[in-house]
């Protein structure tokens, strides 16, 4: 192998992609020229630095989330777009009819992300709804859906689970999301709102009954007496998370949030579960 | 008539939905490009919205089957350029003499190898190496990025730069060299290397 060859092969030399004769061909010729044996160094280091030192990072949640609510939104505007031919068509009773199915469709998307839920190593409730909201926080834990419409979330999630799902028009609220997965065996749903101005807001469900008398899954007894006699629970984290646990139907909730607690409980008493 | 606009309306939302499943779980790989393409975090998320933006207002031009990265990624570059060529700061970009200069000292002063050691550069931060990336012409940079921080094969870039895999190669090697020069500047303002 002769400096030219040599040089033109050095970036497959670094990623080791030669083949094993070649390969045996360009370390002896660095053996014996040091001038290329120094470039191939260099680049190797450069490589090794890189790799040492730059660090890969996962999209903060807050923007994943805006890049879709941008999207969300640019699909609206699309709408809006066959909306107006919808409008001038307004004569023909069948288009009519068509705006209206269309009406009814909404804002609507689908987002199939395999594991979409971490999976817990934990049997506590209380314990999995806060590892939840940190993984939303994250951004690993993802909805699978997304609406500005509340209802069209619990029709998603109404649909696989044995439970009433809560949902609710929460005020403030830019939009929501829902994702379904098992634990133990138990389904368990889980509610994202994204309040403007202040975050986020995650709920974990699940069947009541599992939640106070199962053995699948637990809750700890002061929790379990606090929704028995007043039908809700409030705990706060070290690290400020408010947890607020109430029942709904069937349906325990679990909401985690870094809201404030008087907001927190202001904007779930809104809808007046408990 | 009614058929046609069902139609619209259907393929409207169809092309959402299938938006959502085959783009969006790339937005990691496109947030850690932007990033290393623009140096900071805001115009990393301008860029990343932009991007996605514009994937979803052309979506029907997406060949499907193909690589949706490679064609999320040309996007991505495309709009990298619009946004941010006439933006680059000039102080900052690498002058090819003074890498030439380098070169030839490397290759001169063979014998004495002290220069070429890891360890030199062990005390740089990601700070720095992602400023010296961001020094790199363009072309350089990306395949850089591309090989050495995502992982991804020759064959693979070279479909997102659409270029043939030897230029890939080439490029690499160039890159890499460039890069060295630059952080072994740094390491030297850093006093990790000594001053002769």
């Known amino acids: 192998m002769d400096c030219r060859k040599f040089l033109e092969l050095i970036s497959e030399a670094v990623d080791d992609r030669l083949q094993s004769d070649l390969k045996h061909q360009f370390s002896h010729h660095a053996n014996i020229c040091l001038p290329c044996r120094n470039e191939y160094e260099v680049d190797r280091i ?21 890049v879709l609510t941008e999207v969300q939104k640019s699909q609206s505007s699309q709408r809006s777009w066959l909306e107006v031919i ?27 992300r395999e594991n979409a839920v971490p999976i817990s190593a934990d049997k506590n409730i209380i314990a999995q709804s806060i590892n939840n909201f940190s993984a939303t926080m994250a951004g690993v834990l993802k909805p699978t859906f997304i609406s ?76 379990k007496a606090s929704l028995a006699k007043t039908g809700w629970y409030f705990e706060q984290t070290p690290d400020k998370c408010n947890v607020v646990l109430w029942k709904h139907k069937n349906t325990l909730c679990a909401a985690v949030s870094m809201i404030e607690r008087e907001k927190m409980v202001a904007l779930l008493s809104e809808k007046g579960p408990w | 008539m009614l058929a046609f606009f069902l139609a619209i309306i259907s393929s409207t939302k169809g092309l959402h939905k ?63 350029i619009n946004l941010y060529r006439k933006a680059v700061k000039e102080p900052d970009t690498v002058d090819y003499n003074d890498i030439q200069n380098f070169y030839n000292i490397i290759r001169e002063n063979s014998a004495d190898a002290n220069d070429l050691q890891e360890k030199l550069f062990g005390h740089l931060l990601d700070d720095d190496v992602t400023k010296a990336l961001e020094s790199l012409p363009e072309e350089f940079r990306t395949v850089v990025i ?17 270029c043939p895999v030897g230029t890939v190669r080439s490029r690499l090697h160039r890159g890499r060299k460039l890069l060295y020069a630059k952080l072994f500047e740094y390491a030297k303002k850093r006093g990790f290397v000594g001053k002769d």
């Not at chain 1, 450069?46 to 805006?66: D, F, G, Q």
């Not at chain 2, 790339?26 to 860029?47: E, F, K, P, S």
């Not at chain 2, 207002?57 to 064609?71: C, I, L, M, S």
């Open chain 1, 46 to 66: 450069t490589k090794s630095i890189v790799r040492a030192t730059v660090h890969r990072r996962e999209v903060p949640s807050e923007l994943y989330y805006a």
């Open chain 1, 86 to 112: 919808f409008g001038e068509a307004f004569l023909n009773p069948a288009v009519a009819l068509v705006a209206l199915i269309m009406v009814a469709v909404g804002a609507v998307s689908l987002l199939q």
């Open chain 1, 148 to 223: 500005h419409d509340p209802g069209d979330v619990k029709d998603y999630l109404a649909k696989d689970t044995p439970f009433e799902v809560d949902v609710a028009a929460l005020s403030g609220c830019d939009w929501c999301g829902g994702v379904l997965s098992s634990f133990n065996g138990v389904k368990l749903a889980h509610v994202v709102y994204k309040i403007g101005g202040e975050g986020l807001l995650y709920v974990y469900q699940v069947d009541i009954n599992e939640a106070m008398h199962g053995t699948r899954i637990s809750l700890p007894e002061n929790a």
């Open chain 2, 18 to 80: 299938e938006f959502e499943r085959e783009a969006i779980p790339h937005m990691d790989i496109l947030y850690n490009y932007a990033l290393r393409m623009t140096g900071n975090a805001d115009d990393a998320r301008d860029l990343l919205q932009e991007t996605f933006l514009k994937a979803y207002r052309f979506w029907d031009k997406y060949e499907k089957g193909t690589n949706v990265r490679a064609w999320l990624f040309r996007i991505m570059k495309n709009t990298y």
């Open chain 2, 146 to 162: 591309l090989c050495d921080i995502e992982g991804l094969t020759y064959e693979e870039i070279a479909e997102f730069v659409e």
